[in-house]
């Protein structure tokens, strides 16, 4: 079967830096997506990952390693406004969107 | 440019009753997926339209059928509903022929109540 884990809930503090890991099994593998869900909306695109490595993109980052089946988000300099679900999504053979449940990022002052 | 619009945003139904969830895609998107999202839970893949046809389909019962106009808009039809079936549904847009580094655009949502 499909399956693609995060850790179900993290706490940190204002300013700090916090990574938010996600491990995947699908079947084929055509990218990988980060988005951030504030309760009560929709998901919002992050980025986006499909060849080995680290994509920056301001305060937040993305890694990618397909041959362990692993990625992470690093978010810098949390601000409140991060506090939010973030939800890790595999692009199967068949470019259809396999989720993770989400992982539920509290900031603290 | 209007992204994803899903219409109604809020509503409530009875069991056994059916319902009709409307989505228009973000302008230029061609492809049309449904998720169902559970409170604390990630979406999951109901179906896919595109070309007016049911693309690709998930593990969800024939209770869940759907639709796709020309203009690419998309209706989610439910027949019989459960309380199971009470969760935000939403809808997503991407363009199927530029499927590498597609982003889908969510619309807002439609959260269902089943009562």
């Known amino acids: 079967g499909q399956n693609i884990d995060q850790p179900t809930e993290m706490t940190a503090t204002e300013g700090a830096i916090v990574q938010i890991n996600c491990t995947y099994q699908?079947?084929?593998?055509?990218?990988l997506f980060w988005y951030q869900q504030h309760a009560g909306e929709a998901p919002t695109f992050l980025s986006y990952?499909?060849l080995d490595g680290l994509e920056e993109k301001g305060r937040f980052s993305s890694f990618l390693s397909r041959s362990k089946g692993y990625s992470y988000l690093l978010l810098k300099e949390l601000q409140m406004k991060d506090s939010a679900s973030y939800l890790c999504a595999v692009l199967d053979s068949n470019y259809q969107l396999i989720w993770g449940a989400g992982t539920k990022l509290i900031i603290k002052p | 440019d209007a992204g994803v619009t899903q219409s109604p945003t809020h509503l409530i139904k009875t069991r056994g009753q059916q319902v009709t969830l409307r989505c228009s895609p973000k302008?230029?998107?061609?492809?049309v997926s449904w998720y169902q999202q559970a409170l604390g839970q990630g979406p999951q893949f109901i179906f896919q339209?595109?070309?007016?046809?049911?693309?690709q389909r998930g593990n969800f019962p024939d209770r869940f059928s759907g639709h796709q106009f020309p203009n690419y808009s998309s209706e989610l039809n439910v027949n019989a509903l459960l309380l199971g079936d009470s969760a935000l549904y939403l809808c997503a847009s991407s363009l199927l022929r530029d499927r590498e580094g597609t982003e889908a655009f969510f619309g807002q949502g439609t959260r269902l109540t089943v009562v």
């Open positions: 302008s230029g998107h061609d492809t």
């Open positions: 339209y595109y070309e007016e046809e049911e693309r």
């Open positions: 990952n499909v």
């Open positions: 699908t079947s084929g593998f055509n990218g």
